[in-house]
């Protein structure tokens, strides 16, 4: 009997026949609206959190489906958006600031599904609607940040030294020190050299000027860049969770950018906003010696400078900064005792507290202003060239009389709203960037368009996939349904191996199932083919079939291989929807190559094999 | 049922003169129009702002228009996407403008003017990452060509390796010829839909150039061309049938698929026809103009997979 699979091929076909169906099906049960409590830095979410939780549900009602604590917090899955709405704001408002509350969508697999780890597919950005954005860090100013803090240490080490020198400042050659003499440069460079010997030390004479140029080293640059991706990457994630966002995607890509997705977010314009920017606080007297009229006037005295306040008209400040908010440990937003007006409660470390005390103490009964500082940064095209503009913005927000000594714990007011105050809260709270980002791409898909994009995707296949088994079983009759059937275990394996991937689905990658799959029946075709050619050329009909498949192997492996390679190599140098594309076309040739193969043999053989009087076949 | 019951053997490589001067004309055709006419990059290899809306009526464009030039957009070019109610808003990477605050800026506007919109999609992309997605893309393309060519040097001939790759090339520079002449949008999905293309076409190449290998251990007596022909011929039908299964498939796409597949159809379509008939009419011509023998392959018979078989 040459038609005939020995019983493990059956099996294995079997075997995978059966796995494929069931790490498939998680993706056809849809998600519940649910609403996830995670913790912030300072709390934790625990079995009292849990009970706290579905009391407060169980007050107002409103119903939910289940709650579960697991590793990322907890967990309440409901029946309908609306009442996870409704729930969404009274766990907040409970909360308060202390947790992260968020809107989400929980797959809803049963738990015999999950306990063998199958899981649906995640969804891309795409089919379920959010934010992406790609940030680039400004490794320029990381570097310039990097260079002007040693200008402040040499400062600081030539006076302790007692060493003579004329200005410091940093240029684009690195730091910049002018000295008279070339004794004293050549003392300053042996005390710089010996306390920072990482640095490199260039000497330049022009004139009767000597000057000293003080640069990172090519190990040190690398290492100032590498800091400062991953101190972003961390104050963006801090930022994110802020955000209150279910699932969100925070990865570097390459060597000075950020991948941020926040999947079902609709206020792209607040995401921005929190994301990019960064903002300080910094403290300073008011120049009450000297009227702002004058220095309006163009007279602006000595020490001081003149700052906008927010709401309109202009403030004098002096140019020593009391405080600045590196000094901020923990920011809250909240309501001022008093007048309701919206504050921000600030909480200072050890040094700051001991700084700011001293300062306001000597200062009781002074005016002090609060200046906010934001950094931006933009791109402008400039007669076709592209061009970083960095803009500052500096604001006066608050102008108070110091009524006491300050210490650790302290609020400023003149916030225009509650939001502001939230806000401002979370850009202190939660630290600063590094250096500048800057959005060099953004995509924001409605949900509606993501729920749109699933739909037609997945009726688009489905109907490709029904004329193609139409046609095929009108073109080879019986064999024509034989590999139909072995086209569907191959989008069963498929979907099946996506999901155990946890691979991301996206609409071109729903393309890509598609597509594999009107070229998947390539396979059969070519077996069905060499049957007919061997039958026509009078060989009988089990020996047909053994020759058809035979001899279609060669071409079915080299043909395929090659689409392999350009899978591939598109897979190594795609990036977003060609590279999605690309995963599920190489998944897609291996099944399809199994299916096409493996599968449909067996069919074959199981229906065929042994029947020794074989007269005719249906193909 | 079957297409094709084919007795005789149609000679193909008796037409290779008049399809070679068809198919240079058709690559000199598509590599000017390519060059004069460019393709007509999306924004995300350009770089710029693209908003989609959805209004709950159907929407007036000139009204639209009207009210971005009243907010200072001047170059945004508007149109309708898919349906009446959709709008697509594009604008070019602004001189003094930050484009990342454009979209807000203009749904803002449109809010005013009819605060039924609803915000679809949308994209900005800078400048910098477009010129990456260029070369990226055309490296992969470069990288791509030059597997395929080493894998089928190995396992066939050069002669063979050259074929398929000008077949391909013929195909994939025709599909972007297209593109640039009806200024079709090219995006990163029709990239993907060039590539899949390549793999097509080649997948195609490949079981021709396997059955004419066969045919030259089998067939001791035939010339060259009589070789090809039969090869061609014997695998015609298949050529056909799958062409049509990926083509029903590919339909499905391009009508039921929605506006984002549509190019991405579009692209494949025209692919698996020229690939189809590239894969016929070009490729193996080339392999005899080249002047493919039977002594070539002799070292693959060596091997003696075939021979031993029943």
Known sequence: MINQYPLWKYLLVLILVVAGGLYSVPNLYGEDPALQVSPTRTTKVDSATLARVEDLLKQDGLSYKSIVLDTHGLLVRFADTETQLKAKDKVKEALGNDYVVALNLAPSTPRWLTAINALPMYLGLDLRGGVHFLMEVDMGAAVKQSEERYAGDLRTLFRDKKLRYVTITRTNKGVEVKFRTREERGQARDAAHKEYNSLVLKEEDSGNDYYLYASLSEADQREVRKLALQQNITTLRNRVNELGVSEPVIQQQGQERVVVQLPGVQDTARAKEILGATATLEFRMVDEGHSVEDALAGRVPAGARLYKKRGGGQVLLKNQVMLTGDYITDAASGIEQRNGSPAVFITLDGKGAAIFSNATKENVGKAMGVVFIENKTETRTVDGKQEKVRSKVEEVINVAVIQEQLGKRFQITGLDSTT???????????????????IVEERTVGPSLGAENITKGFDSTLIGFAAIALFMTIYYHFFGVIASVALAVNVLLLIAVLSLLQATLTLPGIAGIALTVGMAIDANVLIFERIREELRNGNSPQASIHAGYDRALDTIVDSNITTLIAGFALFMLGSGPVRG?????????????????MVSRAVVNLLYGGRRKLAKLSI | MEFFRIKRDIPFMSYGRSTAVISALTFLAAVVFLIVRGLNLSIEFTGGTLIEVRYLQAAELQKIRAELTDGGFHDASVQNFGTAQDVM????AKKGVSSAKLSEAILASLRQQDSGVELRRVEFVGPQVGEELINDGGLALILVSIGIMLYLAIRFEWRFAVGAIVATAHDVVIVLGLFALFQWEFSLTVLAAVLAILGYSVNDTVVVFDRIRENFRKMRKGTIAEIIDNAITRTLSRTIMTHVTTQLMVF????????????????????IVVGTYSSVLVASPIVMWLGISRADLVPVKKEGEVDQRP
């Open chain 1, 420 to 438: 502001e105050a939230r806000n401002l809260a979370l850009l202190l709270r939660a630290g600063a960037l590094a250096a500048p980002l800057e």
């Open chain 1, 581 to 597: 594309f690309a995963v599920t076309l190489c998944i897609g040739i291996l099944t399809s190559m199994f299916s096409a193969v």
């Open chain 2, 89 to 92: 808003i594009r604008l070019p």
């Open chain 2, 252 to 271: 499905s796409m391009l009508f039921l698929g929605g506006e984002v597949l549509f190019y991405f159809a579009l692209a494949l379509t025209i692919g």
